[in-house]
T-cell receptor
Framework: QKEVEQNSGPLSVPEGAIASLNCTYS??????FFWYRQYSGKSPELIMS????GDQEDGRFTAQLNKASQYVSLLIRDSQPSDSATYLC???????????FGSGTKLNVKP | KAGVTQTPRYLIKTRGQQVTLSCSPI?????VSWYQQTPGQGLQFLFE???????NKGNFPGRFSGRQFSNSRSEMNVSTLELGDSALYLC??????????FGSGTRLTVV
């Protein structure tokens, strides 16, 4: 079982719609959760961090964490073609100094 | 503030040669991690250094090695290069309990 699981996609949504990206993790000791965006040929860019249950909002992005169900999600409202990228979920276990990435979900936003 | 700096950006090497890649983390960041990314593959963890000590290591052969200096700058070395080592090598730094910030990467081509 992988530490972090993501659907590889591609997830296709029309421009202006809400894109919902999901991620599950295996270790209940995980403490910090992150979403990265990676454009083709570029390095990953940190876009959201979340540390406690509930929602964390930043502009059009909302990260949601449910530790009981061991899942993290990222909602992108009013999706734009420029949001088309691969989104990587990452999970940190600081007691053991571990940091794990999922394999990423490719998002296509169609004009 | 300055981001994570990786040098060189591009590199072409011949099979059997060795290569050294350099990474300068964000000032104050003591944790540096290295990842390999090939087309269609997720981020493959190589190793992580914290205060000059290798704290974690991924499942790569011993040809891959690294080190961290007292100023937190890090280098990774690959000896006896193989064609399969062609990849984007990413360095990332962290304050250690925050998300990682990535450099632009070094694209290595082995011919």
């Amino acid at each position: 079982q992988k530490e972090v699981e993501q659907n590889s996609g591609p997830l296709s949504v029309p421009e202006g719609a809400i894109a919902s990206l999901n991620c599950t993790y295996s270790d209940r000791g995980s403490q910090s959760f992150f979403w990265y965006r990676q454009y083709s040929g570029k390095s990953p860019e940190l876009i959201m961090s979340i540390y406690s249950n509930g929602d964390q909002e930043d502009g059009r992005f909302t990260a949601q964490l449910n530790k009981a169900s061991q899942y993290v999600s990222l909602l992108i409202r009013d999706s734009q073609p420029s949001d088309s990228a691969t989104y990587l979920c990452a999970v940190a276990q600081y007691n053991f100094n571990k940091f794990y990435f999922g394999s990423g979900t490719k998002l296509n936003v169609k004009p | 503030k300055a981001g994570v700096t990786q040098t060189p950006r591009y590199l072409i090497k011949t099979r059997g040669q060795q290569v050294t890649l350099s990474c300068s983390p964000i000032s104050g960041h003591r944790s540096v991690s290295w990842y390999q990314q090939t087309p269609g593959q997720g981020l493959q963890f190589l190793f992580e250094y914290f205060s000059e000590t290798q704290r974690n290591k991924g499942n790569f052969p011993g040809r891959f090695s690294g080190r961290q200096f007292s100023n937190s700058r890090s280098e990774m070395n690959v000896s006896t290069l193989e064609l399969g080592d062609s990849a984007l090598y990413l360095c990332a730094s962290s304050l250690d309990k925050d998300g990682y910030t990535f450099g632009s990467g070094t694209r290595l081509t082995v011919v």
